[in-house]
């Protein structure tokens, strides 16, 4: 089992940028591909970004395609998260996850999932 620690989240303003991190270990990171979720009060866990063991082929959500950037760097086993154009609709508990499936792209394939970090966008 992968150990997952979130950090970065705040309080920005809208418009603004933050950059998530997500720190692992109890695993060799180049072998786990990784993603990010957030849930929202009242609503469901969202799926947006994930990003293949070498750091290839990338996948995001509609709701932040263009605004979110998904990032590794597996010498420092740390996966990030940037996000641009921050909305109030984006406020939410941010969850990074870990999966060693290779269907990295469905959200059903994590399994191991960080404490969470509070994001809030005030408008």
């Known amino acids: 089992q992968v150990q997952l620690v979130e950090s970065g989240g705040g309080l920005v303003q809208a418009g603004g940028s933050l950059r998530l991190s997500c720190a692992a270990s109890?695993?060799?990171?180049?072998?786990?591909?990784m993603g990010w979720f957030r849930q929202a009060p009242g609503k469901e866990r969202e799926f947006l970004a994930a990003?293949?063991?070498?750091?290839?082929?990338?996948y995001y959500a509609d709701s932040v395609k263009g605004r979110f950037t998904i990032s590794r760097d597996n010498a420092k086993n740390t996966v990030y998260l940037q996000m641009n154009s921050l909305k109030p609709e984006d406020t939410a508990v941010y969850y990074c996850?870990?999966?060693?499936?290779?269907?990295?792209?469905?959200?059903?394939?994590?399994?191991?999932w960080g404490q969470g970090t509070q994001v809030t966008v005030s408008s």
């Open positions: 996850a870990a999966t060693s499936s290779y269907y990295y792209t469905t959200g059903a394939a994590y399994d191991s």
């Open positions: 109890g695993r060799t990171f180049s072998t786990i591909a």
């Open positions: 990003i293949p063991r070498s750091g290839g082929n990338t």
